[in-house]
């Protein structure tokens, strides 16, 4: 048994091929492209094996019957190849796969008992080498080369097909298979050393090669773009051709095979530091335009803690990746609370592409992203509503899967590299953030402006009870002076006056008096609507409620123009909170005259109406002619922050309150409208006591 280079290249080449065809196969044990692999590769990794055996035998009888089990992985390499491309391609060839699995039997069957098929060795300078029988090996080589060529065309047809729709990323695989394949098929330089030709049988390199670019496309998703690897493999073969070469012929030449050994050691890490200079600079040139693209997006991610307003930041975000990736379409998905859906929120488009309005909460796309938790390939999911080679962005926040950005095809359908999904993971984790700061800022905006507006209507309240006390006061002291000339008119002078006049006198005196006692009745409304309130519930006369509240509003209707038409039912009792209804009834009122005040020609117009619904319930409702509600908007008024006047005019909080105040009181508040300008009703439903 002699050590030498052959021997180590060939076993070190037998480990590295069942390896790989090993990790493929561990990686998806129920696929049969990973299956069919592992079986191909074993058949590889079983020439190698047992010519590794045959390399380090002394004896010639042991050289030829190692060579001969070698020979066995050769007769099944092509053959298992075949079923691995059939599996791969999903093209089945029943005939042929019979035929394949009676000349392989044929081949062997031969291989041991006869000398028509491997007779012999060759005594070469470097080594023994199986002879060729010209009986049967010719024709093996035949269809060795007939298998192979097919595989190729198959890949072929598949990678050209117009009637098959299959993706970018799978084009892409089927490429690294064609070169792969191509690989292997340089590995048949070996058989010239079966015919006597003196030539060294380097062929192992290339089959070593063929499964590990098998494996790299089984098992990786992401590929890498194949231009990056003809231009790493080109410099790789550049440099270390020169490295491995030098070593062998100083090996050949003065069989000193150790310092050949050594020789290979000290060049290797010299070949790292120029094969990584090479494709580092040669890199730069073919990704220039990608690197751009990556640095903008960098920039972007750098700057997008900056923003407070979510419109803008998704608006920047958009325009940004838009303006420099160019892909088809890009579009931003944001989840809605009120739709359970991920909502279009903003979208760029090249061309005419229609976009998904929205997407639903349980779809494979949103279940696959908050699986993941990092961008993806949609074509990864069964989600088909968007075009291949289409990348989803997740954005997530403390309550999962906020937003989604979903980015199209690259021009010129060029594919999305792995270092894209580097950049765009950061671009998905700093938006996250800076979404998550949007909101952070909206809700502080929103709590500081509530704050805000209770303090003004404790202020408010403060002084309407402050303003009515001051004018109660001069109120009763008018009153209790009508009356005394009243009196002394009626009384006193009713002799000295014409009788017509005296009447005249009498009644103006009278409704006076009737005057100040509606304004004081008002004024102790207003005193106890701003009065502070515990909360509590009791049995109320819903008459009492609405005399106090219509002499608050009533006399804003007639300074409003306001025609107003009351339909109200006596003799209904409820449980309830006095000042909060009274809060209720005119939230509602002030929203209708703000309705109303802007009709134009057209009359304004309020009803008030109470009525039985049911046994056990009543009916209050409140409508107007004014400028109606979207209907969209329907449900989402009673919404804390809601308005749809104009943000100068309301605050948003009125309705919200009003929802919160009848829900106390167990019963429903709703609003109906036909639209912008057909006005709105506000329906209240209450149980009786």
């Not at 060839?93 to 044929?106: E, G, Q, T």
């Not at 550049?238 to 069989?255: C, E, H, M, N, Q």
């Not at 998704?314 to 944001?334: E, G, K, S, V």
Request: one cysteine or more; a positive charge; hydrophobic letters at 45%.
């Amino acid at each position: 048994m002699k050590l030498n280079l052959y021997f180590l290249s060939h076993i070190l080449s037998c480990l590295v091929v069942f390896v790989f065809s090993l990790f493929a196969f561990i990686k998806n044990r129920k696929s049969k492209v990973n299956q069919n692999f592992f079986i191909f590769g074993s058949a590889i990794a079983v020439w190698l094996l047992f010519s590794s055996i045959a390399i380090i035998s002394n004896k010639e009888t042991d050289v030829v019957f190692w060579y001969r089990m070698s020979y066995i992985g050769i007769t099944l390499i092509p053959y298992t190849f075949f079923y691995f491309v059939s599996a791969l391609t999903g093209r089945k060839a029943r005939l042929i796969s019979i035929f394949n699995w009676l000349s392989a039997s044929f081949f062997i069957i031969f291989l041991w008992s006869s000398n028509l098929f491997v007779n012999g060795v060759y005594k070469y300078n470097w080594g023994y080498y199986p002879r060729a029988s010209l009986a049967l090996h010719p024709i093996f080589i035949i269809i060795f080369v007939a298998l192979f060529s097919y595989t190729i065309i198959s890949l072929l047809l598949k990678i050209t097909s117009k009637s098959e729709v299959i993706s970018n990323i799978e084009k892409l695989r089927l490429k690294y298979a064609l070169l792969g394949t191509l690989f292997g098929v340089f590995g048949s330089i070996d058989f010239l050393a079966n015919y006597g030709i003196n030539i060294y049988p380097f062929g192992f390199i290339f089959m070593m090669i063929f499964p590990c670019v098998y494996t790299y496309a089984i098992v990786k998703y992401r590929l890498m773009d194949i231009r990056l690897l003809f231009t790493r493999a080109g410099i790789f073969i550049f440099v270390y051709s020169f490295i491995f070469a030098l070593p062998i012929w100083f090996g050949i030449k003065t069989k000193a095979w150790l310092w050949s050994l050594v020789l290979m050691g000290v060049l290797s890490p010299v070949g790292i530091f120029v094969y990584s200079y090479l494709r580092e600079q040669t890199e730069k040139i073919l990704l220039k335009k990608e690197a751009n693209y990556q640095a903008a997006l960098k920039e972007l991610a750098k700057t997008m803690m900056q923003i407070r307003a979510l419109d803008d930041l998704l608006n920047i975000i958009i325009l940004r990746i838009f303006d420099a990736i160019q892909p088809q379409f890009i579009a931003f998905y944001i989840f809605s609370k009120d739709d359970k859906k991920y909502v279009l929120k903003q979208n760029r488009i090249q061309g005419n592409i229609n976009l998904e309005k929205d997407i639903p909460i349980n779809s494979a796309l949103v279940n696959y992203l908050e699986k993941r938790h990092r961008s993806i390939l949609v074509e990864e999911t069964s989600f088909l509503k968007f075009s291949l080679e289409t990348v989803a962005i997740p954005c997530f926040i403390q309550n999962g899967l906020f937003a989604f950005i979903v980015l199209g095809p690259k021009p010129k359908k060029a594919l999305y590299t792995a270092s894209d999904f580097v950049i765009f993971d950061i671009v998905s984790s700093e938006a996250s953030l800076a979404i998550e700061n949007c909101l952070f800022w909206q809700e502080e905006k929103t709590r500081l402006a509530k704050e805000e507006q209770i303090r003004r209507q404790r202020a408010m309240d403060h002084f309407s009870a402050s303003l009515a006390h001051e004018i109660d006061n001069p109120i009763f002291a008018v009153t209790g002076i009508t009356d005394v000339v009243k009196m002394t008119v009626t009384a006193d002078l009713k002799d000295c006056i014409p009788q017509d006049k005296l009447n005249f006198l009498s009644d103006r005196l009278s409704r006076i008096t009737k005057d100040l006692f509606r304004i004081s009745k008002m004024i102790r409304a207003i005193r106890e609507f701003s009065s502070q309130t515990k909360g509590e519930q009791v049995t109320l006369k819903l008459d009492d409620i609405l005399d106090d509240f219509l002499s608050i509003v009533e006399p804003q209707f007639k300074y409003e123009g306001i025609f107003f038409d009351k339909q109200i039912e006596q003799g209904i009792n409820l449980k309830g909170n006095k000042i909060h209804l009274e809060e209720v009834f005119i939230n509602l009122a002030t929203n209708a005259i703000h309705a109303v005040k802007h009709n134009g020609q057209k009359e304004k117009k309020i009803t008030f109406k109470v009525s039985k619904n049911t046994p056990k319930t009543f009916l209050i409702e409140l409508s107007d002619n004014g400028y109606g509600i979207k209907k969209e908007m329907l449900e989402d008024i009673f919404l804390d922050f809601v308005t749809t006047k104009a943000s100068t005019e309301g605050t948003g909080m009125g309705l919200g309150r009003v929802r919160k105040i009848i829900e106390d009181h167990g019963g429903k508040v709703w609003a109906s409208s036909k639209g912008a300008g057909t006005g709105a009703t506000f329906s209240i439903e209450l149980p009786f006591v």
